[in-house]
């Protein structure tokens, strides 16, 4: 067995199909079905049930895949240990951020980083969470920056701050800048908010409906920046993370209330591959947006705190 007939099992039984594990490893499907049964072969064991409907892991598949596992993050980390020992970090980073952090925290991250390692070369994606974590899962991000702690094979979700949402209006709304209110008292909504297919909508409506608020009109946007701006030239509003508006908080071109008795709450995760430790660059990285994330914390409390 070599890493590599390692790394096509894996994509096999996270995938559950030959098919999409060969786009994924991109290779051929016959020869990947070779690899497979040459590691069959060897162990002298079948590694999983073949049927129409894809593959299924046996016994052996499973505990081969959590040893592999092991393995290939103990090579990985052994590259990222050598690679560290210079004192000059270089390579390239790939990031998803959901729109809320690339709108605040994002930005004052990268400039810290890019000013202390410039040498690393950034790619940056924007996108919800339930399409970042499938670009983690594919290969195509390093890491992710996501708002629910999502269940897929061979990814890890590490909490990386807590957060809370509030209720964003235009100047017109009638609602006073900074109060605390309770969704559970709020007048009929005319509200935007992000499709279902995105895991940011499914906690907006648990919080909508934990407080029975009562919908008298909906829009459906997937874009965070035209929400925004729809709800700061009309008397529509939406449920949105602090994070998405914190900068806006002293401009008076929206009115944003805190959430209280209970609080809208959104937590950011770190997304990655579990066979795929970060790199030193990457960690580095990712620290200085969980200290942005504080920080926004930090200053929303500050602003609550002065109006309640």
Known sequence: MDLRQLEQFIAVY?????????????????????????????????LFTRSRRGVEPTVAGKRLYARGLDILNSVAETANALHDLSSDVTGAITVGTVPSVSRSALPAALSRFVEAHPNVELRLDEA???????????????????????????????????????????????LKHLEPLALKNVPPLRIVQPTRRHAIRALIDTHLARADVEIAASIESDGLNTTLEYVRHSGWSTLTAVASVIDAADSGTLVINPIVRPRAELDYYLVRQVRAPLTGASERLVQLLREELAAITRRWRTLSRRHQ
């Not at 098919?19 to 070779?34: D, F, H, I, K, Y």
């Not at 399409?131 to 990814?155: M, P």
């Open 14 to 46: 996270e995938e559950g199909s030959f098919s999409r594990a060969a786009r994924r490893e991109n290779c051929t499907q016959p020869g990947l079905s070779v690899q497979i049964r040459n590691l069959e072969d060897e162990f002298g064991v079948a």
């Open 128 to 174: 919800y969470g339930g399409t970042l974590t499938e670009r983690v899962a594919a290969g195509e991000l390093d890491f992710a920056v996501v708002t629910s702690a999502v269940s897929h094979e061979g990814i890890e979700a590490t909490l990386l701050a807590e957060h809370e949402m509030a209720l964003v209006s235009g100047p017109d709304s009638g």
